[in-house]
């Protein structure tokens, strides 16, 4: 069966340091990779997604980053943090490719950052 | 631009009640629809998927309809119980957009016992 993992689950950074979120898929091959962010009174924003190794498309203009180094590993990052970077954090897999016709979201468990 | 509007924000019923949570999108053009489930703190479960070509889908005492027509999805919960206290999200993908779901701020439910 197939398995999300993310971590860290909390986060407490000053403004200014550096942020790395990972985030790694079992289970499956080839997944498309999301991360999303949900910030207090607000839905779910797409930051990135992924759909393949090095293809990274970005969604909102930011001071974050993300890559894919690997397959399955989905890393989201700043070089200098915000405070309004604060939030709560979502990786998420799809099953990729063009045969696929389910597009069934499949959630990690989220990293909620504050930012002080 | 495309959004998602899901009314009400909150709702607090007794338990044993049937309850119905409203999504609408702004584009007939859609690819599919899911309602997930978010606990506070936790990610998010999906609970159902409702394909274009579909009109609606079951999971239990959960039902979700799609209207492509009207831009509205209802998700209809029977028998409520306690246990179904979450914030109930809709989101949906625009026709030529895979992958990338447009989220409603969800529906926070309070079922008391």
């Known amino acids: 069966s197939q398995t999300i993992h993310q971590w860290p689950a909390t986060l407490v950074q000053p403004v200014g340091s550096p942020l790395s979120l990972e985030c790694t898929v079992e289970?499956?091959?080839?997944?498309?990779l999301y991360w999303y962010r949900q910030a207090a009174g607000r839905g779910l924003q797409l930051l990135f997604y992924?759909?393949?190794?090095?293809?990274i498309s970005s969604e909102v203009p930011q001071n974050l980053s993300a890559s894919r180094p690997q397959d399955r590993q989905f890393i989201l990052s700043s070089k200098k943090l915000l405070l309004s970077d604060s939030g709560f954090y979502l990786c998420?897999?799809?099953?990729?490719?063009?045969?696929?016709?389910?597009?069934?979201?499949?959630f990690g468990s989220g990293t909620q950052l504050s930012v002080l | 631009k495309q959004e998602v509007t899901q009314i009400p924000a909150a709702l607090s019923v007794p338990e044993g009640e049937n309850l119905v949570l409203n999504c609408s999108f702004t584009?007939?053009?859609?690819?599919?629809l899911q309602w997930f489930r978010q606990d506070p703190g936790k990610g998010l479960t999906s609970l159902l998927l409702?394909?274009?070509?579909?009109r609606e889908q079951t999971s239990g005492r959960l039902n979700a309809s799609l209207d492509k027509s009207s831009g509205r999805s209802t998700l209809y919960i029977a028998a409520s119980q306690p246990g179904d206290s979450a914030t109930y999200l809709c989101?949906?993908?625009?026709?030529?957009?895979?992958?990338?779901?447009?989220f409603g701020q969800g529906t926070t439910l309070q079922v008391k016992p």
């Open positions: 998420a897999w799809s099953v990729g490719g063009a045969a696929s016709t389910n597009e069934k979201l499949f």
């Open positions: 992924s759909v393949g190794i090095g293809q």
């Open positions: 989101a949906w993908v625009p026709s030529g957009n895979t992958g990338k779901l447009i």
């Open positions: 409702i394909q274009s070509s579909q």
């Open positions: 584009d007939s053009a859609i690819y599919n």
């Open positions: 289970g499956t091959s080839n997944p498309n």
